[in-house]
Structures are given as C-alpha cells and as structure tokens.
C-alpha cells in the first residue's frame, strides 16, 4: 500500500533524509520512530505530497504522489502534530468545510454523521472548535483525516499534550482504525507504538536503523540474549550442563526454589536463540522445564540502544 525505495530529501550538503527504503502492507499499522532531528517529519511530509525529494520515490497504492499528487493524495488522510483546525468553526460546519474542500462524493450527512460515531464527537458537533479540550481536538483531527474513507491514513504524534485517560482513548481508536485502513504512526510514546502497531521502523539520522515486526523488535539489536528458566532436577548438575551447553555463555541459580525446581539466569551468546537447543537439551536428561521468560529489553531500552548503535 505505502512504498519507500531510496527516497533522498537533502539541504544543500546537510541529509534530513537519506537512502531510505521501506513498504506499508494493506491493512497494517506501523510504527515509525526516531529522536528528535532523525527525519522522521520529513518523510512523513514527503509521503503527504507538502515537500518534494531530492530523489527516490514515494507511492501510495502504487500512485507516485510527485507524479501524480492529486490522485494519491486522495489516497491519504493526514494528521500532522498540530492538527490542521479552524478554531471559530463549530466541529459540524469544520467537517463539511473539510468535505468540500476534498471533493468528497459520498453521501455528506451520512458520512460525517458515521465519522462523528467512530470518533466519538457527536456530542460536540455543534460546539466551537476552540472550546474544546485537547483530547477532543485530536479527535476532530483525526475526524478531518477520515474524510472520503481513505486507504492510508498518517498520524504525525497524535497523542502529544494529552492526558492519560485521552491517550488511552486515542489509542484505542487507532487500534479500531486499523481494521479497515493502512496507518503509519509516529509517535515519541513508546509503550504505544507496542500497544498499537503492527510493525516499528526506526530511523535515525536520515536512515532506518531497525523494520522489525513488535515482536521481533529484540532481533534489531545486537547483545547476549537473557532467559530466566524454571527446571525441576538436581540444581548443581544442571547448572554445570547448563554452563557446558553450547551457545551459553552464562549461568547461574538464582535461589528461588518452587517444590522440586530451581530458577536459573541463563545468558547466550549474541543474537543466539537458545530455547529449542535447551529444550531438546533438558528432556533428554529427563529434567523437566516447567518455566521460561525472557529477561529481553523492553522497548526503551531497544530504542536507545538502536540509536546509540548508529551513532
């Protein structure tokens, strides 16, 4: 749905953008994050048609938006950091004036009508924008974003300034969104974008440093990987298979004993994934695993770590 491929956006011999590739599938959400500075923005306004590239390519649904703006555009509803409202409208005559101005062709009562539902403002419709609170503010935005039902929609830090309980109902949405549109989302919220997204691609420095799925976002750092395992057996044996076993590079008890088992912190070598090798090792000496977590990075950490990396 959302094609990158080498995109460059560069002031004179300064890059805010440079050689960055990556795809948005139907129906995904994506998470797109970076520091401060990282170029985050501008991709974000070139993929909207409001900068042009030094070079590369930007498509929507396979519309180049340089080459034809108008037709990918209609393609995309954007929510930039500042939402886009005129403050001495009522939200009903903001929202038809949105309409027009985007051609929209379906039936106008019923669609604003149905847009006022999904995000909840219908009780405010007849309200002047600058009597609103915040939280409503971001949702007439998101309100003007979904005018003429389109495929993609882009959320340029849709949560900044909101309380708790605003930001959990702005998620929640985006969550609901994502059912029926293609989302990119970039937010500095980190337990969001895990909350939310379906997918995180990092950018720093003008380039992507990280496209992982949530998941699989540990496999974009480098580092031993730690596991705390809950083994039923004699504890000394198995701490010394445990430090014999290839691939592990640390092992220790931790002390906390559950009936006939041990906790163990086990650390293998980097980007080793020990769990099966453990496993198969564990039942063949007939010591039962009866409990495995993983001790990963949260996201934070993750983050952080990606962007000193590249540094």
Not at 4 to 22: C, E, P, W
Request: proline share 4%; charged share 25%; with cysteine.
């Amino acid at each position: 749905m959302i094609e990158i491929t080498n995109l460059v956006k560069r002031y004179g011999v300064n890059y805010a953008v440079n050689d960055i590739s990556f795809t948005v599938e139907d129906g995904e959400i994506v998470g797109f994050l970076g520091p401060n500075g990282a170029g985050k923005t501008t991709t974000m306004n070139i993929l909207t048609g409001y900068l042009s590239a030094s070079s590369g390519t930007a498509k929507i649904a396979g519309i180049d938006i340089l080459e034809n703006p108008l037709a990918a555009k209609s393609k995309i509803g954007f929510l930039p950091e500042q939402p886009p409202l005129y403050l001495d409208m009522t939200v009903s005559e903001y929202l038809n004036f949105v309409y027009q101005l985007k051609h929209c062709t379906l039936n106008r009562k019923k669609h604003i009508a149905e847009i006022c539902d999904v995000v909840k403002i219908t009780d405010v419709s007849a309200r002047l924008i600058k009597h609103l609170s915040k939280g409503y503010r971001q949702r007439v935005g998101i309100a003007q974003a979904l005018i003429g039902n389109p495929e993609v929609l882009i959320f340029d830090e849709p949560t900044v300034g909101l309380d708790p309980k605003q930001i959990i109902e702005i998620r929640n949405l985006i969550r609901a969104l994502g059912k029926n549109h293609t989302i990119i989302l970039s937010t500095h919220i980190l337990p969001e974008v895990q909350a939310v997204c379906d997918r995180i691609v990092v950018i720093n420095k003008g380039k992507i440093v990280a496209n992982e799925k949530t998941e699989d976002i540990q496999n974009a750092t480098t580092g031993p990987r730690k596991l705390i395992a809950k083994i039923c057996g004699p504890e000394n044996d198995i701490l010394k298979a445990l430090k014999e076993k290839q691939g592990i590079i640390y092992a220790e008890i931790l002390g906390e004993r559950d009936s006939d088992s041990f906790s163990y912190l086990i650390e293998s070598e980097e980007s080793v994934d020990i769990r099966k090798p453990l496993f198969h090792m564990l039942a063949e000496k007939n010591w039962p695993l009866i409990g495995l977590e993983s001790m990963g990075a949260n996201l934070e950490d993750i983050f952080i770590s990606l962007v000193k990396e590249k540094q």
